[in-house]
């Protein structure tokens, strides 16, 4: 059974830095992708970023150039490089590992960023 878990979020300062990390447990495979959604109150899950297998990385744009994403295909894991963050960031950060035609997600972490 394939289990996703996420550290690393928190309260940070607008400005700040955080890094988040995910751990995929249960899978012998290659994940074709993993990636971070997240989820501000009121407001529907979307894509932050999410890297392939391959090393094709895609970013929301409203990440572009703050946000870096990098993975281990070995271990099955993928992190969250956040830079110079906004309040608008704040949201719970969903990890995603997708898999032929399955999705698998974690349990969310918080991120808040004050202004």
């Known amino acids: 059974q394939v289990q996703l878990v996420e550290s690393g979020g928190g309260l940070v300062e607008a400005g700040g830095s955080l890094r988040l990390s995910c751990a995929a447990t249960?899978?012998?495979?290659?994940?074709?992708?993993m990636g971070w959604y997240r989820q501000a109150p009121g407001k529907q899950r979307e894509l932050v970023a999410t890297l392939s297998n391959g090393g094709s990385a895609d970013y929301a744009h409203s990440v572009k150039g703050r946000f870096t994403i990098s993975r281990d295909n070995a271990e099955n894991t993928v992190a969250l490089q956040m830079n110079s963050l906004k309040p608008e960031d704040t949201a719970v950060y969903y990890c995603?590992?997708?898999?032929?035609?399955?999705?698998?997600w974690g349990q969310g972490t918080q991120v808040t960023v004050s202004s």
């Open positions: 995603n590992a997708h898999l032929w035609h399955v999705d698998f």
């Open positions: 249960g899978s012998t495979f290659t994940f074709n992708a």
